[in-house]
């Protein structure tokens, strides 16, 4: 740190540590992390085409949301790394646990339970076949 501010070797150290594969996260994503990993294992592997063609006929709306995604993560790679779309396959996709909303349901004789709304943080990365 010597010779520079914090902020600048703060910068530094980022940017030797930054994620060097496309990726793209949607945070608080309004669906349970246990839905979003059923439908990110069946893409998982995969090549990007046909990793859209599961998800567009995918039933679920995981699927949708992972759609959007999906479709983030390839811009990224195409307009930041200069990566070919045809080239590309999931690499790693991730649904963790966000944070929970919690909500009362009235119910009889004057008691409340608790209703979960809970959230996820999906991440899809992405990387080129040899």
Do not use: C, W
């Not at 530094?12 to 994620?19: I, T, Y």
């Not at 059923?38 to 998800?55: D, F, N, T």
């Not at 930041?80 to 590309?88: G, R, S, T």
């Amino acid at each position: 740190m010597k010779g520079q501010s914090r902020s600048q070797y703060k910068q530094e150290r980022n940017a030797e540590n930054r994620e060097r594969r496309p990726h793209a996260i949607h945070r608080y994503a309004r669906i349970s992390d246990r839905k979003a990993r059923i439908v990110l294992e069946q893409i998982k592997g995969k090549g990007v085409i046909q990793a859209a063609s599961i998800l567009q006929y995918n039933p679920r709306y995981g699927a949708y949301l992972i759609g959007k995604v999906l479709k983030s993560a390839v811009a990224n790679a195409e307009e930041n790394y200069e990566m070919d779309a045809q080239d590309l396959f999931v690499e790693e996709a991730i649904a963790n646990q966000g944070p929970t909303m919690k909500r009362i349901q009235p119910r009889g004789k004057g008691r409340a339970y608790r209703i979960n709304k809970r959230t996820s943080h999906i991440t899809i990365v992405l990387n080129e076949r040899d």
